[in-house]
């Protein structure tokens, strides 16, 4: 069962429902629009972090496949619709090889099939997919279960990167797939600057968080290693348009700040949290000048709706 399975997927190669190429090679800006980030679903955690052995595959998930259909039942409910949903990474809390590791996806993938088939999906590739160093055989099989690791779309005149966040906190189990990914980087940020029109803005999805509060602060399990924050954050400033946002989750709680105009986002889990925030996903706007976002419980979503003064951005000409 591949990523198609679900439903409409956003995603390159040999996924077999793509969405429509017409409809997401919006190159041109048609006005306000919003997209539902969410990150960590992670089935099987909850009750490994309850039992205190987070290494193992987590034997039940029941928990974590309830959660992400009040997620899917919250976003169909939201009007105007959301653009597409981002999930961020850690579908599931099996690691490749593991036990559970099938039976955590396919029950993943038939809570995700309740999205609205207008809402396309799109997924990025998180540690617990792909193992805490990738090898080539842990990339392929995730590629034949959800698509992509890494790849780019435009939507409303904005252009979207996916990466696979692995390949920069451990790739030396597979240093080519790395190269890969940095030599098709290079290539879509300087398309982006010569095209024409140029994107309104370029937004950036991965799973582990170049930083968590600042970009000076030290390596750590959730955040990337310095000297590649360093080096992500000033090409994505060189970009030409100038990347607006990177948006991420991993962290299992809210965080994030902005450095020199560029928002570092991280989102906590519609599955396991690991501090005060509950669970939930993120509403984002994206308007001509600005991206905004705000974190919503699932409850707070599906009852309240968004907030009456996001709603008004979406309403500007």
């Known amino acids: 069962m591949g990523a198609s399975d679900v439903g ?16 997401y090679a919006e190159r ?14 992670q089935l099987g955690l909850m009750k490994a972090w309850r039992d205190g052995d987070c290494d193992s595959g987590g034997e039940e998930w029941a928990e974590e496949v309830e959660l992400t259909k009040q997620a899917v039942e919250a976003v169909n409910h939201l009007r105007p619709r959301p653009r597409f949903m981002v999930l961020c990474g850690d579908l599931v809390h099996a690691m ?11 029950d993943l993938k038939a809570a995700l099939r309740g999205t609205d088939p207008s809402i396309p999906l799109v997924f ?5 997919d792909l193992g805490n160093t990738p090898t080539p055989s842990s990339v392929e099989q995730y590629c ?31 240093p080519e797939l790395q190269k890969a990914q940095e030599a098709w980087l290079e ?27 600042s970009p000076e602060e030290e390596d750590d399990y959730f955040n990337l290693q310095k000297a590649t924050r360093r080096r992500l954050l000033d090409r994505f400033k060189e970009a030409d348009t100038g990347v607006k946002a990177v948006f991420s989750g991993h962290y299992h709680r809210n965080a994030g700040g902005c450095h020199e105009g560029l928002d570092m986002v991280v989102s906590s889990a519609i599955g396991c949290q690991l501090g005060k925030d509950t669970h939930g996903v993120r509403l984002v706007v994206v308007t001509a000048d600005a991206v905004h976002h705000r974190y919503y419980s699932l409850e707070q979503l599906r009852v309240g709706g968004m907030d009456e003064d996001l709603g008004k951005l979406l309403r500007r000409p």
């Open 187 to 213: 290539e879509q940020l300087s398309r982006a600057a010569t095209t024409e029109p140029k994107p309104k803005h370029i937004l950036v999805f991965q799973h582990i968080p170049l930083y968590l509060q």
């Open 8 to 23: 409409s997927v956003l995603s390159t190669g040999d996924a077999e429902l793509l969405v429509a190429p017409a409809e």
């Open 144 to 174: 034949n279960s959800w698509g992509d690791d890494y790849f780019s779309f435009w939507v409303g005149g904005v252009f979207c990167l996916v990466l696979n966040s692995q390949f920069f906190f451990d790739a030396l189990a597979c």
């Open 28 to 41: 041109q800006w048609s006005g306000p629009f919003c997209f539902i980030q969410a990150a960590d679903p």
């Open 96 to 106: 490749p090889g593991s036990p559970y590791k099938e039976e955590q996806e396919r």
């Open 124 to 128: 990025v590739s998180g540690n617990h």
